[in-house]
Nanobody, 119 residues
């Protein structure tokens, strides 16, 4: 079992910044990849960014490239998402997710943290 707990969400004005953090725990914690996803009201959950746990290789959705940065701390088992130049359309619940291997899906999720960007 893996437990994921997000923190750092809140209300910010457009153009501002927030930093989300995901703390992971569990005896079997050994991810292939960690990711951040988001879900806006009335919409499906969407990919935001991923990071390979071993290599640190990152991937981003086009909508956040150049504004968001994903990073991990292997020693602390944490994954952060630095969000700059926030826009109202970034408003969503943000979820941290865990992927065990290349052949698996994201099978552990956090409870989510709300990010609201006012115009």
């Amino acid at each position: 079992q893996v437990q994921l707990v997000e923190s750092g969400g809140g209300l910010v004005e457009a153009g501002g910044s927030l930093r989300l953090s995901c703390a992971a725990s569990g005896r079997t914690f050994s991810p292939y990849q960690m990711g951040w996803f988001r879900q806006a009201p009335g919409q499906e959950r969407k990919f935001v960014a991923t990071i390979a746990w071993s290599s640190g290789i990152t991937s981003y959705a086009d909508s956040v490239k150049g504004r968001f940065t994903i990073s991990r701390d292997n020693a602390k088992n944490t994954v952060d998402l630095q969000m700059n130049s926030l826009k109202p359309e970034d408003t969503a619940v943000y979820y941290c997710a865990y992927r065990q291997s290349l052949r698996s899906v994201y099978n552990y999720w956090g409870q989510g943290t709300q990010v609201t960007v006012s115009s």
